[in-house]
């Protein structure tokens, strides 16, 4: 099935007939075609020739001659071969490319013959700049794969290493937060247990020196009552004795 957005008219190179090419022969056969041959040897219009030469342009690798293409019989029967895949297996446009890019070299064995000492030079360069261009994708894809692991491994190691230097930073911060604690507890027990022994003592030296003074005052309140009792009792004695004599002068 060919496209319906066929452009038909797009023209990359401008094809005409020229006698020089058919001149060329090889065992009594063109050594190249020009478009116009190959249309007549298809029964497909020259348009439709150039169409599939501008879509297939990578697998089929036309030579050209300035602006013309020269076909050899390895490009017809190329375009033989996708004329087949377009018409009869009614495959698209794209799906023929895909499927070419996959199965042009084996195709290309296929379809050579051994006699024939262009096609094996044509099938020669075919295959080396597949397998070049092949090589070098693989080459590409190896360098990026590598790329990218050894980048993530290099970041897993960076990654690694600072979180165990963390982990140390933390695990000392750990310890010394912990020795701080410790240090500080017992500083603090320590001086509270001096200020509380001195406590006690000044407690102790305070109290002494209470007792002895109330010790004191009582001996000297005790005094001072036993003065002021006997001060009294002589009063009272003396009042007495004035009474008596009064009492008795009177009589």
Not at 61 to 71: K, L, P, T
Not at 117 to 122: F, G
Not at 181 to 208: P, R
């Amino acid at each position: 099935m060919e496209n319906n957005n066929n452009p038909e008219n797009k023209k990359k190179y401008v094809d005409i007939d020229y006698e020089e090419i058919s001149e060329k022969q090889i065992n009594g056969k063109p050594l190249y075609y020009s478009t116009k041959q190959v249309a007549e040897i298809l029964q497909e219009p020259t348009s439709r020739i150039r169409y599939w030469c501008d879509c297939f342009d990578v697998f089929l690798n036309i030579q050209r001659s300035g602006q013309n293409r020269q076909f050899t019989e390895q490009d017809i029967e190329k375009l033989k071969y996708i004329r087949k895949l377009l018409k009869k297996d009614g495959l698209t446009i794209n799906q023929v490319k895909e499927y070419c890019s996959e199965k042009d070299v084996t195709m290309l064995q296929e379809q050579v013959k051994s006699q024939d000492p262009i096609a094996l030079q044509a099938l020669a360069t075919a295959i080396m700049t597949e397998m070049e261009t092949r090589i070098q994708l693989i080459q590409k894809k190896i360098i990026e794969d590598i790329t990218i692991e050894v980048t993530k491994n290099i970041s897993e190691k960076i990654t690694q290493s600072i979180s165990a230097e963390l982990n140390i930073q933390k695990q000392y911060l750990d310890n010394t937060k912990k020795d701080m604690k410790d240090y500080i507890s017992v500083t603090v027990e320590d001086k509270f247990n001096k200020n509380i022994d001195h406590l006690k003592t000044h407690i102790n030296v305070t109290t002494q020196n209470l007792c002895k003074q109330m010790k004191d005052d009582d001996i000297n309140l005790v005094n001072n009552l036993k003065k002021h009792m006997e001060e009294r009792r002589q009063q009272i004695e003396d009042q007495n004795k004035k009474g008596f004599f009064s009492k008795l002068f009177k009589k």
